[in-house]
């Protein structure tokens, strides 16, 4: 797996537009940092890595490409990813790993895949994913600074904070939610309850 993280680096710093580049490098960096923050060590460590670094290997990509590139791979859009296409970026992106960069780890792709909306099921390794990409600090929003500080409460509390600060910026602005993110949310309150 290190060969392909350092291919990985590679391909991201020639083929994705400069800003995107800085915040894939901000979002692995900050996924690292939580990662060993909740004591990920090892393989774990590799796969978020890599997952981190791919996440958004075809987020600049027009919606229409998307679009056309989910239907070449058989993927099916929901009616939320049909209205809001930019959406699909996660799941084309996770299908592309295989495909264009020869990474065919399970987790890896299950990282990319939810980066975006979450959804029910997610290993670790995505969940941390899925935090980072809204943590890095790049990322300028009301609530984010408390968001940060709130990393201490374990990785599920700090996903549900994540989770309700983008519920809260989506209904703000009158947005689609796709259930994906509220079914995350109800396996998190679940996953609460229970330990
Ligand atoms: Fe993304
Ligand atoms: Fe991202």
């Known amino acids: 797996m290190k060969a392909d993280i350092q291919r990985a680096t590679e391909l991201v710093a020639s083929q994705l537009p400069a800003e995107l580049y800085l915040h894939t490098v901000r979002t692995r960096d900050t996924a690292l940092e939580l990662a060993k923050r909740y004591g990920c060590e090892g393989r774990e460590l590799q796969r978020i890595e890599l997952a981190s670094l791919l996440h958004d290997n075809c987020k600049h990509w027009q919606a229409q490409r998307l679009l056309d590139e989910a239907k070449a791979l058989g993927y099916e859009p929901t009616e939320i990813e049909q209205r809001v296409p930019a959406l699909l970026h996660a799941r084309v992106g996770a299908h592309r790993l295989r495909r264009d960069f020869s990474v065919t780890d399970g987790i890896v792709y299950s990282a990319v895949y939810y980066h975006t909306v979450g959804g029910r099921g997610m290993c670790r390794e995505a969940r941390i994913v899925f935090c980072a990409d809204k943590l890095e600090p790049g990322r300028e929003y009301e609530g984010v600074e408390e968001l940060r500080a709130r990393a201490t409460d374990g990785l599920n509390e ?3 904070v994540v989770i309700a600060l983008g519920l809260n910026y989506l209904t703000g ?16 309150i679940l996953e609460r309850s229970v330990g």
Do not use: S
Not at 174 to 182: E, H, P, V
């Open 173 to 188: 602005k009158g947005a689609l939610i796709d259930t994906a993110t509220l079914d995350f949310y109800n396996e998190l």
């Open 158 to 160: 700090l996903c549900l």
